[in-house]
DNA sequence: GAACGTAGGTGTATGCCGTACACTCTGTCA
DNA sequence: TGACAGAGTGTACGGCATACACCTACGTTC
């Protein structure tokens, strides 16, 4: 039998493999995309990896650095800006590409730009940005600007969409109608605009990718203005 | 003596008065503004109100119902677009007036827009917000858009000052600097682009008000067309 | 001014949370 | 074969939100 232990040939089915850091941040996203953040505790963790608590330990700090892992992860899976298609282009694909992320991962949503040092992705992610901005020819001080309004616009439309998500528009239109009848007729009086739009949007249906990609587009063009103005002005780079 | 009971004369400046729920939901905002959302609890909140944990159950149902007023409070911060100075300086002053809230109370970020129904403040700010779009001239698709946007600007704008939030902005490049230096001259190679942010923000300095108004007016001046294109094209309401 | 009902406040206890510490087990290499 | 290291375990602790039963003080009513 030389180096092979019984219990493998005995169990093979049985048997768990190893687990090791990567495979415990990966099932942390995929536990908290599906429970939440509030369903996420090192115990059902644990559990979905059939392992005691503590033995997730072994292979991070605590609970806050395995957070970060995950959040790092997330990052991971953002495109980073590709600036042979011009800043414009770049910056649309970055914008979408991290809030798709963001959509994928509500939980990230508030984690990302969240206390502790920034994981090695998001250094790299932003470094990236800076540096297409950069050399498409914005000035230092654009330059932060754009970075600001942009991330500031995906951060905070994610995070409308997160609460206002529901499986279909219909459902959401639902809820928010619901929350109006609770002081019903009352309620009609007091917000009659506030009806108008969940009537209409009942009737229309809301899309949030073409309700993003509005806002997107108009700061986008803001920023070519900016851009222009700023060399325009002789206070280039 | 009457009806009045001996304790009172007895120990005057002992007798704390009854509490209710509107001075229980001020002092958690208070409390929330100054130890941040993790160091409140219904423990700490009960103590700094000199009463036990239990006795706040008998004027809030439970930490969500808790939380939910709280925000309610902030939302009553905040003042209400002010159709008389046109569109955009409504937009604009309601836009600073709600970032200036967020700033003020960072924990409500992510609390605002988050589950449970939304408050009547809240219902009562959007409703008035919808108001002057509409009566401005907006589309009803237009005016859906510009809320969307704004207030997305306006969360995700609040949300990374949240996060950056340093007292100087010396402290805060320093920060930046610090966790960079961690991997220390590696670092400098890699992200050449972040270090010269780090480096010229440090000398320079951030100002976040001058920050917020610049993507704040991209997204209003961007505004201003969408509604000409509107009105102009024909789609108008 | 005495009795009483009720709302405000208390004490105790439960179950979940993150995680410290000391252990056992298992696979690897000498 | 034996020893070592690193993976996984068991037990335990303090802090959390909060259920439930209790007590107490106050305004009301006669």
């Known amino acids: ?15 768990r493999p190893r687990l090791n850091r990567d495979a415990v941040l990966r099932a942390g996203v995929e536990l908290a995309d599906q429970a939440g953040i509030d369903g996420f505790t090192m115990r059902t963790l644990a559990e979905e990896l059939r392992v005691v608590p503590m033995a997730l330990y072994k292979h991070v700090a605590n609970k806050q650095e395995l957070l970060e892992g995950m959040v790092n992860l997330v990052w991971a899976e953002v495109t980073e800006p590709d600036s042979a298609r011009g800043w414009k282009q770049a910056m649309r694909g970055r914008a979408v590409s991290l809030w798709a992320a963001l959509v994928r991962h509500p939980w990230a949503v508030g984690l990302m730009e969240a206390a502790g040092r920034p994981g090695p992705e998001s250094l790299h992610q932003h470094n990236a940005m800076l540096g297409c901005l ?7 001080r654009t330059t932060v600007h ?14 409308q969409q997160k ?6 528009p219909e459902e959401s239109a639902e809820a928010a109608a619901a929350t109006l009848d609770a002081e ?31 806002g997107l587009d108009v700061l986008l063009d803001g920023v070519e203005s900016l851009r222009g103005s700023w060399r325009g002005g002789g206070a280039g780079d």
Do not use: C, I, W
């Open 1 to 15: 039998m030389g180096q092979v232990p019984k219990a493998r040939l005995q169990e093979p089915a049985e048997r």
């Open 134 to 140: 950069r050399q498409s020819g914005f000035s230092f």
């Open 146 to 159: 754009v970075m600001s309004m942009l991330d500031a616009y995906v951060y905070g439309f994610a995070l």
């Open 184 to 214: 019903s007729a009352e309620a009609a009086a007091r917000y009659p605009y506030l009806l108008e739009v969940v009537g209409e949007l009942a009737k229309e249906g809301y899309n949030y990718d073409a309700e993003f990609a509005v």
């Open 163 to 168: 609460t206002l998500s529901f499986e279909t």
